[in-house]
T-cell receptor, first 112, second 117 residues
C-alpha cells in the first residue's frame, strides 16, 4: 500500500513570512495529491491539488510542487496571515485506487 | 444540499454499546467514503461506496464495523460492541464521479466525534 510521510509536524512562522510543508509518498502509481486545511473542530477543506502530469500549481498565495522522480510534493504558503493557522494534511491517491492516504498533518501557527 | 452533513456531531457511548453514525452526501455524488481520524492524526480510510455498492472495505478495523448505503445516497456506519480504542472522529466524504477512473475532489462532512467510556 501507499505510505505518506509529512514534515514538519508543527510549524510557527511570523505573519508575512512563507511556510513550506513537505510530503513524501512511496507508491509510484499515485497520481493525485490534494492538500486539505482543517481548523480545530471543523471538516477538512481542500485548498489545492496537483495531478502527476503537472509539476507545479499556484492559486494566489498557495502553491504546490510535485517531484515524481523523488516522490515528494510540497505546499508553499506565501505572505502568511493569522487565518492561515490550522492543521494541513497532504494526501495521495493511486490511479486505480479508491482511498486517499493522508499524512499525519502539520499544525501551522502564524504569529501576528 | 449545501454540503456533506453528518449526525450526530457528538456521541458518547459506554463500552459495549452499539452506535450508528449517519452521513448525508452532497446530492448526486456517486462516491462516498468513510474515514477514521484519531486525535492528532490524519484521516484513515475505512470504506468506499459507489452508489449503493460497497466496493472497498479494506480499512474497516474489525468485523464490529459495518457500513451501508442501501439507496445510494445516505450512508450509515455502525459500530457494534464499542471499545475505547474506537474513540475518534468519523469523517464522511463524497465525490461526484466514480473514484478509480478519475481523480475527483472529495468533500468532507464535519465529522462525528465518538467517545467510548
Amino acid at each position: 500500500g501507499e505510505n505518506v510521510e509529512q514534515h514538519p509536524s508543527t510549524l510557527s512562522v511570523q505573519e508575512g513570512d512563507s511556510a513550506v510543508i513537505k510530503c513524501t509518498y512511496s507508491d509510484s502509481a499515485s497520481n493525485y495529491f490534494p492538500w486539505y486545511k482543517q481548523e480545530l473542530g471543523k471538516r477538512p477543506q481542500l485548498i489545492i491539488d496537483i495531478r502527476s502530469n503537472v509539476g507545479e500549481k499556484k492559486d494566489q498565495r498557495i502553491a504546490v510542487t510535485l517531484n515524481k522522480t523523488a516522490k515528494h510534493f510540497s505546499l508553499h504558503i506565501t505572505e502568511t496571515q493569522p487565518e492561515d493557522s490550522a492543521v494541513y494534511f497532504c494526501a495521495a491517491l493511486r490511479r486505480t485506487g479508491n482511498q486517499f492516504y493522508f499524512g499525519t498533518g502539520t499544525s501551522l501557527t502564524v504569529i501576528p | 444540499g449545501a454540503g456533506v452533513s453528518q449526525s450526530p456531531r457528538y456521541k458518547v457511548a459506554k463500552r459495549g454499546q452499539d452506535v450508528a453514525l449517519r452521513c448525508d452526501p452532497i446530492s448526486g455524488h456517486v462516491s462516498l467514503f468513510w474515514y477514521q481520524q484519531a486525535l492528532g492524526q490524519g484521516p484513515e480510510f475505512l470504506t468506499y461506496f459507489q452508489n449503493e455498492a460497497q466496493l472497498d472495505k479494506s480499512g474497516l478495523p474489525s468485523d464490529r464495523f459495518f457500513a451501508e448505503r442501501p439507496e445510494g445516497s445516505v450512508s450509515t456506519l455502525k459500530i457494534q460492541r464499542t471499545q475505547q480504542e474506537d474513540s475518534a472522529v468519523y469523517l464522511c466524504a463524497s465525490s461526484f464521479r466514480t473514484s478509480g477512473t478519475s481523480t475527483d475532489t472529495q468533500y468532507f462532512g464535519p465529522g462525528t466525534r465518538l467517545t467510548v467510556l
